[in-house]
């Protein structure tokens, strides 16, 4: 190689060369994506560890208290959707040993991916029924939880594609996790 050729490749800044580019571009783009998934982490934790559980460095402990309470009350639930306009019409038929029934249920539908996603119903107590209209929706396999707001000491639970078809069943104990 001679002094004339060695100066075609040194013909300026390495910013001006193309080689330096094809080498840069997938470092700059690997950096700047790794920092902008880092700062979306930090700012958008959800902390999907539900109120019933706690978290001991690494391991996840449950607590069953709820469900034992309900589990003792004989407390089980029936529930039914039917269409009402341009909703839906969820009945809950609320059986057990309680003592006064709650004036207003609330249903929970957690999503398993994001707690933004998490659906909250008020059911209402007409005529010994529990009742609240909502809109349709389709959603995929769903953990359903029925507590009283206002007692908080008992629950129960289902796991489910929601919208419900048929008569579904919310027991203290989930058979499949």
């Keep these: 190689m001679t ?5 075609q490749f040194n013909s300026g800044p390495a910013y001006k060369q193309p080689w330096f580019w094809l080498i840069m571009a997938p470092l700059m783009t690997t950096i700047l994506v790794g920092t902008s998934m880092l700062v979306y982490s930090i700012f958008a934790y959800d902390g999907r560890t539900v109120d019933r559980y706690t978290k001991d460095g690494f391991n996840v402990t449950k607590s069953f208290e709820r469900e034992q309470k309900a589990q003792s009350l004989q407390i ?4 039914t959707i039917s269409d009402y306009g ?5 009945t809950v038929d609320l059986m057990g040993v309680l003592e006064n029934k709650p004036v207003i249920l609330l249903l929970t539908i957690y999503s ?4 933004i996603q998490d659906v909250k119903i008020e059911l209402m107590l007409v005529d010994g029924m529990y009742q609240a209209i909502i809109e349709k929706q ?3 396999k769903r953990t359903m939880q029925i507590i009283d707001p206002t007692d908080k000491t008992w629950l129960i ?3 489910q594609s929601w919208p419900l078809t048929g008569a579904t069943l919310f027991t ?6």
């Excluded at 398993?112 to 707690?115: D, F, G, Q």
């Excluded at 203290?172 to 996790?177: A, F, I, K, N, T």
Aim: proline share 7%; hydrophobic share 30%.
């Design 3 to 7: 002094i004339q050729q060695n100066d």
């Design 76 to 79: 089980k639930a029936n529930a």
């Design 86 to 90: 341009n909703g839906s019409l969820l």
């Design 112 to 115: 398993p991916a994001s707690k």
């Design 138 to 140: 389709e959603l995929s």
């Design 157 to 159: 639970q289902t796991k």
């Design 172 to 177: 203290p104990y989930m058979s499949v996790y």
